[in-house]
């Protein structure tokens, strides 16, 4: 028979005391109490221990009585723990989404293509395109590169003007392809008037646009600028083949950090009228260590891409330099807007209850993942 105030003694009572049945009582109508206070915002309004859902209610309970100690240890094998997806499972939960409202999507995916359609057009129509003749580069490809970098030179201004401003179009245009495959994966309805969704934000997804290509290229601007200067002091065909080298580990570096600003443009999608900064830091906590199964996820798409680029060069050797343009448009446009859809479901699984629903107003910061 233990003693009274042994470890093997009734485990209500506290070292030292013997057990009693007043005890025990008292335990079981604390447990209650607190269960009861927990369960009405009354008697929450009145007792300040438990007002607050951040203060732990178990701290009012003895110490002592293990009927409180379920309350007073949280449990951890209910923790958060997400397992990662396979690219195969995205592709199928994007597959699943998009094949019923396919022809809207494919509207939408054409939509934010058209601004680069109209560019072409307009290269054409005031002979902005290079002539490329394959007879003449297969016979002489020194005289082809020359007049090729002749014609360039002096097309460069018009030629930057149109891309810059037709880029600067496309970009809420895509933000709409990526409204809509959100609404998908929502279970929501999707139409082609959706694809002019974020035309209001144009201004603010273009400036989101311009400071993730600052982010991730910065030292490749920053090289191409000393670059620049050392060519106009030393004359030196060293000195571009070094920055040709330093370009490759520029652009190696680029690409990681355009990874880690992946998931921004889904993030304004879901909340276009978060700041730029909070957009760009939420991104890089979420992609810090999913970088990797991102390009894996975009790497199981080669399956769909290899076909197509043989399609178009065919189409360079056989048709012309024209028939390739549009095929590189057009050809894509129901794998761009799979890729979109498969990317929003990758993102959305890392958000999660963050910003889960399109009409959720609470704001993204890293703070709160």
Known sequence: MPLAGSRDSVPCGAWGNAPTAGRVINCVRKVKYATHALNSEALSAQYTNFARPQTRPQLALPTTCILSRPLARPDTTKGDTHTMRTAKEYR??????????????LLIALTAVLPQLIEFFLQLLFGLIPPIDMQFWFSDPSRFLAAYDAFVVQTLAPNLLLNVLFNCLSVPLTLGLIGAAQRLLRGEDVQARHSLTYVPYSLRAIGLEIRIVLYAFWPLLALAAVTLVLLLIFHSHGVYQL?????????????TRLYSMAAAKYLM????????SDLMETSRTI??????????????????????ILVCAAVFLL????????????????VRAYMVTARAAF???????LVSSADDTASITPKSI
């Open 92 to 105: 199928r939960i994007a597959w699943n989404a998009i094949r019923p409202h396919w022809r809207a999507m």
């Open 243 to 255: 920055f040709c080298l330093a370009s490759l580990a520029a652009i190696a570096f680029g690409v």
């Open 269 to 276: 999608a879901k909340k276009p009228t978060l700041r730029v």
């Open 287 to 308: 992609m810090e260590d999913r970088r990797l199964n991102l390009f894996l996820l975009e790497l199981s798409f080669a399956g769909w891409w290899l076909p197509m």
């Open 319 to 334: 048709v012309g330099y024209n028939a390739y343009v549009v095929c590189v448009l057009l050809l894509p446009v129901f």
């Open 347 to 353: 993102v959305d699984d890392w958000v999660g209850n």
